[in-house]
């Protein structure tokens, strides 16, 4: 735990608890990053939080609480008390591991309350420029000619790099290999050698690379074209209908959260993604905000889990 949030769990003894939600918040409020710092979730909150800070006129404080997959921070959250004063920066991770990963101590879908989606994030499916397709369909038909040629890199075993590809794959008939790394810059770097083919990838890892023609980007891999990249149709546009890999980062709270904290916190949310400095610091990771209603984002959240169960199921994926 940071030095902060020692102060902040310090600040938190001297505030009576007894208060109503509509004095909310009384003192700082904790957003738990299930990650290490300086990843995309952690960018995202900590894109936002200064205006938070201002709005909600109480600090945001940002704890990153990183280890198995996410799971040690979210457990955190899940045990905590529903008032509003400990949140999770959730994400699609958290819908991959309902499935993924076995005997979880918490169930995502029950034990938590749905804030916001903050912001979606653009992927998209990039091939080197040695791949002699440059469409969707065009790949199809060569990994369809010629079946297990082509590797695909991901992120790592069960990230959504991985899901995405696993997805395109039992969608379009064709038979690619999987080649898992640590990470989008490793991942970038044997694609750019032709080591690897191809990629379902954040668009901020390759992009330059796609902009000096050094790879060749097909399509997003989004429900929609991406507000960033609009010239860039989707895969399910452009060869592979009902196809679609969405990442996001949102906002959650422990279950039994009381709606006014939910509405507040939503409200706020929702304004600071209005303000044209944050949406363009999110855009710079490759994440366009969107501010979506709790109603909205629970049934997003709970979509999300039975796609990725289907996916991970059929494929069957297994963690490291």
Known sequence: MTDVARGVLVIWALVPLGA???????????VIVPYPAGGPVDITLRAISPRLTESLKQPIVIDNRGGAGG?????????AAPDGYTLLACSTGNTINATLIPGLPYDFARDFAPVTLIAIITSILVVNPAVPARSVQELIALAKAKPGEFAYASTGNGTPTHLAAEMFKNMAGVNLVHVPY?????????????????????????MPHVKSGRLRALAVTNAKRSQLLPNLPTVAESGLPGYE??????????????????????????????????????????????????????????NDIARWARVIKAAHVKVD
């Open 71 to 79: 799971t040690i921070g979210a457990d955190l959250v899940a045990k």
């Open 20 to 30: 109503s939600a509509a004095d909310y918040p009384l003192r700082p409020i904790r």
């Open 182 to 206: 640590k990470g989008g810059a490793p991942a970038a770097v044997d694609l750019l050698a032709g080591q690897v083919q191809l990629s379902f990838i954040s668009a901020p890892a390759v």
């Open 245 to 302: 890999s969405e990442g996001w980062h949102g906002l959650c709270g422990p279950a039994r959260l009381s709606p006014a904290v939910v509405d507040a916190l939503y409200r706020e949310t929702s304004a600071a993604l209005r303000v044209s400095e944050v949406a363009a610091l999110l855009a710079s990771g490759g994440a366009e905000p969107v501010g979506m209603p709790p109603a909205a984002f629970a049934v997003l959240v709970r």
